[in-house]
Structure formats: C-alpha cells, structure tokens
C-alpha cells in the first residue's frame, strides 16, 4: 500500500501529515510512528499528525511523538494543519476541540482554555500548581518552583535567568520521567527579554528538544502572565522563531504563528511494518 505524506513544520519543529478523511490507512501503531520518524531510514519528524473523519467537528487531528507515544495536542502542528486545510475550522483532538484559521505564512488557533489543578495536569498527588515546592538539580543547574500547566497536554515552566544556559538536554529527561508525572511532563525554560517578551526552550515528552513547541509557548506565557512578569499578548522567543500568545484569566488562549510546507511524497507502508510488533 503506498500512502503519501505532506512534511510541514512550524518554526522548525517539523511534522510528517497523513490524510486519512478520503483515503483509509492502517492503524497507526507506536513502532510504525518510531519507524516512521528515524531521520537515517525513514522519513524524519517530531511529530506525526494523521487526519481522520469526526463525527462532531470537521475533522480529527491525532498527534504522534517520534518515541511513537501519542499526545493530545500540538500548538505547531495545529498551525501546519491549518495552513493545509486553509479554511477556518473546529476540530477535534485529544486534548478537547480547537479552532483553527490559516493567515498569510501561518495561522492563528484558539486553543482553548488552559486547566491547572493537580488533577487535570495531571500529577500523582495534590500539590500547588502555582509554584510546585519542588525541584532537580543537574550537574551546577538546578531547576525549582514551576508552575504546572495543561494546555491539552501537560506541561512545567521555570523562571531562569538565561534559558539559552540551562543543561536542558541533560536535566529535561530527568524531569519528563519524574514519578510525579504519571502521563509524563513536558518542561519549559523561560527567561524575561521584556515587558511583553520571552526567552523559551523546551524538551518536550516524546520528542527531546525542537526547535519550537506551541503547546509550550502557550503554557509559558500564561506562567508569567499569571506571576505578573509580562503582558498580553506575548511575543515568546524559540530557537526556530516566534510565536504570539495572547490571554487573560477565564478566557482561551489564542496562538498565532507561522507555518509551512516542505514537501510532498509517498512510501510504502509494509516498508515500516515488516515484523513490527505493538
């Protein structure tokens, strides 16, 4: 079975799309997505994004980690999949239905409305989300008092006062994997450029370090913003770019961003499931 794929990225952080709303495609399993995802014999990608029918919005997005773990939401992809389908729309994810609106070189997704008890983060006992008593220590670098954040999927975000010189690579893992996150945490970095302006870097679950995270520009904006550190809208600084986060308590969370599309191709779908198990 041949099926062909669109890679796109937003800001760098780069995504393999399949269409599944006119043409069936198999189950995707976590092997196939790792498979999938190696950038020596496969096609490459942080994240695969698969398009289904819905039954109650224009259509379903499914978010694939390159580690073949499956995620509720991604603030990039959703901008790259805007882009693609180029009108606006409400779609269904894991993390609860988005709305989505392509602009020149972009788009702008409502994102919805951030969640931050301990429950719905989640973590696996109640705790402060504001300014979680804890922390982790790599090496000279030691990272404490987060704030936890669920924007569709979880995050943590540390004031510090140079991103750019945290060990994220090293210290990020540690905390991903912390028994106090039991779906697994992504972890944010942030450092003030301004009064409306971030720094931010990110290692994300199931990914490692990207060159951008929507999710993460959105969970860190609202950090500062409800620590009194900047305001709406946020301009938030990644490796790959910058995105636009506006938001203010009690309301959605609206991104704006550019996106784009590398390539189109196809492969050979037995090609990556010959002897896959799980």
Known sequence: MTVPFIKMHGLGNDFV???????????????????????????????LVLLEPSDS??????????????????????????LLHGEPAIIETGGGPISLEALEGGARVDMGQPRFDWDTVPLAYPMDTFAMPVGWVEDSCTLENPMAINV??????????????????????????????????????????????????????????????????????IAAIRRGLVRSPVRVTLPG??????????????????????????FIWDDYTTGAEG
């Open 17 to 47: 799309v399949l269409d599944a709303r006119t043409m069936p495609i198999p189950a995707m399993r976590p092997i196939v997505a790792r498979r999938l995802a190696d950038r020596r014999t496969g096609i490459g990608f942080d994240q």
């Open 57 to 82: 919005h224009a259509f379903r997005m499914r978010i694939f980690n390159s580690d073949g773990s499956e995620v509720g939401a991604c603030g990039n992809a959703a901008r790259a999949v805007a």
């Open 152 to 221: 569709g999927n979880p995050h943590v975000v540390f004031l510090v006062d140079d991103a750019d010189a945290v060990p994220l690579g090293a210290i990020g893992p540690q905390i991903e994997h912390d028994s106090l996150f039991p779906e697994r945490i992504n972890v944010n970095v942030i450092s003030l450029a301004g009064p409306d302006h971030l720094r931010l870097r990110v290692w994300e679950r199931g990914a490692g370090l990207t060159q951008a995270c929507g999710t993460g520009a959105c969970a860190s904006a």
């Open 241 to 266: 770019g910058d995105l636009q986060i506006a938001w203010s308590p009690g309301s959605t969370i609206m991104m704006s961003g550019p996106a784009a599309e590398s390539y189109r191709g196809s």
